[in-house]
């Protein structure tokens, strides 16, 4: 089992950038697919980006593609999501999540029902 907590939230301005991280516990992070997600107010929980446990393929949503960016460091036990340009949109509480496994087909990266362990979050609030 492992324990996920994020951290690099904050109040930012528009067009600003931030990175979130998350710090896994346990020896097999190497092994498990990553995820991030972020619920807003009064909204569902989203899928926002995912990294393969090779590292080789990541997803994006259509809504941060080309402005975020997952990465993982597995000598660190750590995942990144680097967001740049940010937008009062993106305002939500950011989730870190893990699947020990691999997901074999693209689908599966995007549901979060796939990720079984979940950070408590950390609050991104983007101002106009």
């Known amino acids: 089992q492992v324990q996920l907590v994020e951290s690099g939230g904050g109040l930012v301005q528009a067009g600003s950038s931030l990175r979130l991280s998350c710090t896994a516990s346990?020896?097999?992070?190497?092994?498990?697919?990553m995820g991030w997600f972020r619920q807003a107010p009064g909204k569902e929980r989203e899928f926002v980006a995912a990294i393969s446990s090779t590292g080789r393929r990541t997803y994006y949503a259509d809504s941060v593609k080309g402005r975020f960016t997952i990465s993982r460091n597995d000598t660190k036990n750590m995942a990144y999501l680097q967001m740049n340009s940010l937008r009062p949109e993106d305002t939500a509480a950011y989730y870190c999540?893990?699947?020990?496994?691999?997901?074999?087909?693209?689908?599966?990266?995007?549901?979060?029902?796939?990720?079984?362990?979940w950070g408590q979050g950390t609050q991104v609030t983007v101002s106009s």
């Open positions: 999540a893990g699947n020990p496994g691999t997901l074999y087909r693209d689908s599966y990266y995007f549901r979060s029902y796939e990720y079984p362990y």
């Open positions: 346990g020896r097999t992070f190497s092994t498990y697919t």
